[in-house]
């Protein structure tokens, strides 16, 4: 086995600290559009979910 041979098996397995830092950074991007999702979606269901007030339903 030659030496480039036994390098590229044993990095093979061995992922670089530039893959790590993007795969950190592509999960707070994930996280960060999930939760503007979901407070989108909440702030939809308070926009829809008003009740309006009118003379018959305070007396």
């Known amino acids: 086995m030659s030496t ?6 044993v990095t093979g397995h061995i992922a670089s600290p530039m893959a790590i830092v993007g795969a950190i950074l592509a999960q ?27 003379k018959e339903n305070t007396q």
């Not at 480039?4 to 098996?9: A, C, F, L, R």
């Not at 960060?32 to 926009?47: A, C, M, P």
């Open 4 to 9: 480039d041979q036994k390098h590229k098996s």
């Open 28 to 54: 707070g991007v994930i996280r960060l559009i999930e939760g503007q999702d979901l407070l989108d979606k909440l702030t939809e269901e308070r926009v829809h979910t008003v009740v309006l007030t009118t």
